[in-house]
């Protein structure tokens, strides 16, 4: 029942701090000087480097970067549903 009302009564973000959170990622992207395609291609490539030691839910995979005075990180949060015990050698 309190979930129930917490739900009701809890207000939803105002459409002034989405747009601030989205202008704040397209400034973070403009000064790393990022497309959102290789963004993308980053993001593939990180997936399949991790899935082989790891088996990751890929829906709930973040990439993004972000800001912090001068300097930009990359962000990357991966859920892993398990690590995976018998790994193949990467041929080189």
Same mark, same amino acid.
């Given at each position: 029942?309190?979930?129930? #009302? $917490?739900?009701?009564? &809890? ?8 747009? %601030?959170? /989205?202008? &704040? !990622?397209? !400034? @973070?992207?403009? /000064?790393? *000087?990022?497309?959102?395609? #290789? #963004?993308? !291609? !980053?993001?593939?490539?990180? @997936?399949?480097? +991790?899935?082989?030691?790891?088996? +990751?839910?890929? %829906? ?6 972000? $800001?912090?005075? *001068?300097?930009?990180? #990359?962000?990357?949060? +991966?859920?892993? &549903? /398990?690590?995976? &015990? =018998?790994?193949? =050698? =990467?041929?080189?």
């Amino acid at each position: 029942m309190l979930d129930f #009302l $917490t739900r009701l009564f &809890r207000q939803s973000p105002a459409s002034k701090e989405i747009a %601030k959170e /989205r202008l &704040r !990622l397209v !400034l @973070v992207h403009d /000064r790393a *000087n990022v497309s959102p395609e #290789l #963004l993308k !291609l !980053l993001k593939d490539e990180l @997936v399949q480097v +991790i899935s082989r030691y790891m088996e +990751i839910d890929e %829906k709930g995979l973040e990439v993004t970067l972000d $800001t912090s005075e *001068n300097m930009v990180a #990359l962000v990357a949060s +991966i859920p892993v &549903r /398990r690590v995976k &015990r =018998a790994v193949k =050698a =990467a041929s080189v």
